[in-house]
T-cell receptor
Framework: EPEVTQTPSHQVTQMGQEVILRCVPI?????FYWYRQILGQKVEFLVS????????KSEIFDDQFSVERPDGSNFTLKIRSTKLEDSAMYFC????????????FGSGTRLTVV | LAKTTQPISMDSYEGQEVNITCSHN???????ITWYQQFPSQGPRFIIQ???TKVTNEVASLFIPADRKSSTLSLPRVSLSDTAVYYC????????????FGKGTSLLVTP
C-alpha cells in the first residue's frame, strides 16, 4: 500500500530557530496538506497545496509558516522562528484529485521546541 | 463543513461488536460521511466513506439512515488493537477542502 513518508520522525529545536519538516506524498496524488496535533488536543488543519500553490490555509498558518514543493516529489513545511507553542505532531497528507476525503496521512514528525 | 457530534469515549470487550454513532444534523446534499482512526502518535487512517444506506469494507461497516442526519460506524468483533480514537467527518467528497477534526470517540477495548 502506498505511503506518505515524513522525515524526521522527531526533531528537537531551540526557540527562535528555523525548522523544515519534510514529506514525500504518494506519487500520483495532487492535493497536499499539513496538519498538526498538539499533545492531547485535536488534529488541526494548517494548509492545503494544489497545483504548486496554497489553496487554503488556517489562522494558525501565519507568516512564520511556509510550504514548498521544491522538486516535484518533496513537500516541505518551514517554520521560520519556532515558538514553544509550535511543539506538536505535524502530519502531512495527500489525496488524488478525484478521491475526495480518503486522505492518506504520514506517520508524523514530533517537533519539540525547547 | 457540517458539525458532527459523537460520544467522547466508549468501552468494549474483545470480540464484541462496537457501534459508534455520529450526529450531523446540518449535512448538505453533496456531503459524504467519512470515518478515520487514529492511534497514539500516529497520523489518522481512513477507514470508510459513504453517502447513504450501507457501506462495508474489510474493516468496518457504515450505516446511514435515509435522512442522513446521523451515521453509525460498526466494528465487528473488536480486538485490543482496535483501541484508538475514531473521527467522524462530513464534507464534499469532490473538493480538496480541509478536514475538520473534532475530538473524536476514544474507544478502549479490554480483554
Amino acid at each position: 500500500e502506498p505511503e506518505v513518508t515524513q522525515t524526521p520522525s522527531h526533531q528537537v529545536t531551540q526557540m527562535g530557530q528555523e525548522v523544515i519538516l519534510r514529506c514525500v506524498p504518494i506519487s500520483n496524488h495532487l492535493y497536499f496538506y499539513w496538519y498538526r496535533q498538539i499533545l492531547g488536543q485535536k488534529v488541526e488543519f494548517l494548509v492545503s497545496f494544489y497545483n504548486n500553490e496554497i489553496s487554503e490555509k488556517s489562522e494558525i498558518f501565519d507568516d512564520q509558516f511556509s510550504v514548498e514543493r521544491p522538486d516535484g516529489s518533496n513537500f516541505t513545511l518551514k517554520i521560520r522562528s519556532t515558538k514553544l507553542e509550535d511543539s506538536a505532531m505535524y502530519f502531512c497528507a495527500s489525496i488524488p484529485l478525484t478521491q475526495g476525503y480518503g486522505y492518506t496521512f504520514g506517520s508524523g514528525t514530533r517537533l519539540t521546541v525547547v | 463543513l457540517a458539525k458532527t457530534t459523537q460520544p467522547i469515549s466508549m468501552d468494549s470487550y474483545e470480540g464484541q461488536e462496537v457501534n459508534i454513532t455520529c450526529s450531523h444534523n446540518n449535512i448538505a446534499t453533496n456531503d459524504y460521511i467519512t470515518w478515520y482512526q487514529q492511534f497514539p502518535s500516529q497520523g489518522p487512517r481512513f477507514i470508510i466513506q459513504g453517502y447513504k444506506t450501507k457501506v462495508t469494507n474489510e474493516v468496518a461497516s457504515l450505516f446511514i439512515p435515509a435522512d442522513r442526519k446521523s451515521s453509525t460506524l460498526s466494528l465487528p468483533r473488536v480486538s485490543l488493537s482496535d483501541t484508538a480514537v475514531y473521527y467522524c467527518l462530513v464534507g464534499d467528497k469532490n473538493s480538496g477542502y480541509a478536514l475538520n477534526f473534532g475530538k473524536g470517540t476514544s474507544l478502549l477495548v479490554t480483554p
